[in-house]
């Protein structure tokens, strides 16, 4: 083989390399390439779902914000409906007992009350000897019909007339005085207690007053209940 044959023999095998080796480095660069894109997409995906998390807790976080702000004006109204409501039973309530204290003015009236008063108490009690308290105001008005209301308790009762002595060494409060609004008054009415004092019956005005009110309130707060409801969807 001469000079030439072997030129040619080394110039193929150095083409024959070179190929393999262009060949190599393309496979390693498609490897490299598909191994960039397939880290790519992780990386991307990995970014993707730390956003998601994010974007989910702070929509969680804002949630809770607004059933807290929510829950808050709710509580708030409701606050207010209350106040309303006992402003307005309390003011309903102030009315009727200024009202209350223009009763006792007509006297024929307010002794035919005393005795319908005493007669109901003798009634809820039913003791042979009972202790009658009233207004200092009202002790001659009592004793002028304390007979008579013996005497129709018994028939009623079909009971011997009972022993009613009236307590003339502690007396009920007085009317209210406008200049002492804060002090303890009575606007009418008796109190009948057994001479033991374990049973009493309050039949004074301001008592069945507050019978009264605790009747009606039912009915107020049907009112609060149904504006409290219009009020609440409003929030919603």
């Known amino acids: 083989m001469n000079d030439a044959d072997v030129s040619n023999q080394i110039l193929q095998m150095v083409r024959f390399i070179r190929q393999e080796a262009e060949e190599k480095a393309n496979e390693i660069n498609v490897a490299a390439e598909e191994e960039f894109n397939i880290e790519k997409l992780q990386l991307l995906e990995a970014d993707r779902k730390k956003i998601r998390q994010e974007y989910e807790r702070k929509q969680k976080q804002i949630e809770i914000r607004k059933k807290i702000e929510y829950s808050m004006q709710l509580n708030a109204s ?19 007992a200024k009202e209350l204290l223009l009763v ?20 809820r009690l039913k003791e042979p000897a009972v202790v009658l308290r009233c207004r200092k105001d009202d002790l001659d ?6 007979t008579l209301a013996k005497k129709e308790y018994a028939d009623k009762s079909s009971a011997n007339p ?34 033991d004092g374990k049973i009493v019956c309050e039949n004074t005005l301001d008592a069945r007053l507050d019978v009264v009110f605790r009747k009606k309130l039912p009915e107020v707060l049907s009112i609060f209940t149904l504006s409290s409801y219009f009020l609440r969807n409003e929030l919603c």
């Open 78 to 96: 409701r606050i207010k409906v209350l106040q309303a409501q006992d402003g307005l039973v309390n003011s309903m309530k102030e009315v009727a």
């Open 104 to 123: 006792s003015n007509n006297r024929k009236a307010y002794a035919k009350l005393l005795k319908d008063l005493i007669v109901q108490s003798l009634l």
């Open 141 to 146: 008005l009592v004793e002028s019909v304390l």
């Open 162 to 195: 009972p022993d009613i002595g009236i307590d003339k060494n502690i007396f009920l409060p007085p009317p209210l005085n406008p200049k002492n609004a804060h002090g303890s008054y009575c606007s009418g009415g008796v109190v009948l207690a057994s001479r």
